[in-house]
């Protein structure tokens, strides 16, 4: 696929939509997984089953990292067999916890794959809970057997966008680099990750919250919302020319 400009999507069940013009379209894909890596020596915390996930540093000086994919194999499919262009992606996350001093949370391509597990914890999920196989923890990809490369995680340094949160609202992250990383993914499915969410991790007392996947109103879940439109095919366009040069003709 070509994902400088246009996506297209190949797959052979899929139908073709001869237009005149294109139309913009509105994805919203819900998430696949979420995560948090609670800073640990021993990688023995996780809450892939929680309400909520986190990032920052809590009051102990103990870093906070969210993960999140969305899947996108279900969005290829309603779209193949049709050259789309991507206008716009966006990612919707409710902040639940966490007002006063203005911060900023980062987002970042992830470049391992990782494990949600159960682990659930209790109360506000602050503190985390014990890992279960196949979580993500500080140390593990998937408890407790396979590693970051790196404990908290592997992620690109440079952020696909950063923005400014206060008050707990419902906020829209949209960036040209998260853009960038939706094409990506289309073109390789095998290279999504997710994103890594990195909050304020200079000075205690920064974590924020956000409502999960799992959260009990599924309105304030984690929302991947891709803005994009269906390029015609140049045969219909050739067709929709050709018939105009006909009506002139016949009006002669």
Excluded at 101 to 122: C, I, K, N, Q
Aim: glycine content about 12%.
């Amino acid at each position: 696929m070509d994902c400088r400009n246009l996506v297209a999507a190949t797959a052979a069940a899929g139908l073709a939509i001869f237009a005149g013009s294109a139309t913009a379209q509105l994805a919203g894909i819900e998430a696949t997984r979420n995560a948090t890596l609670y800073e640990s020596p021993t990688g023995a915390l996780a809450n892939g089953a929680g309400e909520w996930f986190f990032t920052g540093m809590n009051n102990q000086g103990l870093r906070r990292r969210g993960l999140v994919l969305f899947d996108l194999e279900a969005f290829a499919d309603s779209v193949a067999g049709q050259q789309i262009e991507i206008h716009a992606v966006s990612v919707r996350l409710n902040l639940t916890q966490g007002a006063g001093t203005p911060t900023t949370v980062s987002m970042h391509r992830l470049f391992a794959d990782w494990g949600e597990g159960d682990s659930d914890a209790s109360g506000n999920e602050g503190g985390g809970a014990a890992a279960t196989p196949g979580s993500a923890t500080w140390l593990h990809t998937f408890s407790d057997t396979s590693f970051w490369s790196t404990p908290g995680g592997d992620f690109a340094a440079v952020a696909s966008g950063t923005f400014a949160m206060n008050p707990p609202a419902t906020y829209t992250f949209s960036s040209e680099g998260l853009r960038q990383d939706v094409l990506a993914w289309l073109d390789d499915p095998s290279s999504n990750f997710g994103w890594m969410l990195l909050g304020d991790e200079s000075q205690f007392g920064t974590a924020r919250r956000f409502d999960s996947r799992r959260y009990g109103d599924p309105t304030t879940r984690p929302l991947l919302e891709i803005d994009y439109s269906v390029v015609p095919a140049p045969a219909a366009a050739a067709m929709l020319s050709l018939g105009g040069v006909l009506a002139r003709r016949r009006r002669r």
